[in-house]
C-alpha cells in the first residue's frame, strides 16, 4: 500500500485527484472481491450437489452456470453501474 502523498504540498485538484484514484482502485477491488465469492459461491453448490446426490441431480441443475462461468472467466461484466457494494 503506497503511503499518503505530503498532503500540505498538494492543491485541492490534486487531492480530488487522489481521491478518484483512490475510489477507483476501491471499485476494482470490490469487484475482484464480488468476483470470488462467486467462485466460491459455484464450488460450495458443487461440493453439495455431491454430498447430496439425488438420483445424479445436483442443486446447480437450475442454475445458469454457463453465465456465470462468462462472467467469472471476465468473458462477460454484469451491469454493476451505479450499484455501491456494502460488504
Same mark, same amino acid.
Given at each position: 500500500?503506497?503511503? =499518503?502523498?505530503?498532503? +500540505?504540498?498538494? %492543491?485541492?485538484?490534486?487531492?480530488?485527484q487522489?481521491?478518484?484514484?483512490?475510489?477507483?482502485?476501491?471499485?476494482?477491488?470490490?469487484?475482484?472481491?464480488?468476483?470470488?465469492?462467486?467462485?466460491?459461491?459455484?464450488?460450495?453448490?458443487e461440493?453439495?450437489?455431491?454430498?447430496?446426490k439425488? +438420483?445424479?441431480?445436483?442443486? =446447480?441443475?437450475?442454475?445458469?452456470?454457463? %453465465? =456465470?462461468?462468462?462472467?467469472?472467466?471476465?468473458?462477460?461484466?454484469?451491469?454493476?453501474?451505479?450499484?455501491? %457494494?456494502?460488504?
Open positions: 500500500m503506497e503511503p =499518503l502523498p505530503d498532503l +500540505g504540498s498538494l %492543491s485541492d485538484d490534486d487531492l480530488k487522489e481521491i478518484d484514484k483512490l475510489k477507483e482502485q476501491e471499485r476494482e477491488i470490490s469487484y475482484q472481491r464480488r468476483i470470488l465469492h462467486g467462485k466460491i459461491d459455484i464450488l460450495r453448490a461440493l453439495v450437489a455431491r454430498l447430496q439425488d +438420483g445424479g441431480k445436483g442443486v =446447480l441443475e437450475n442454475v445458469d452456470v454457463d %453465465s =456465470l462461468t462468462a462472467i467469472l472467466s471476465g468473458k462477460s461484466a454484469p451491469n454493476i453501474e451505479g450499484n455501491e %457494494s456494502t460488504g
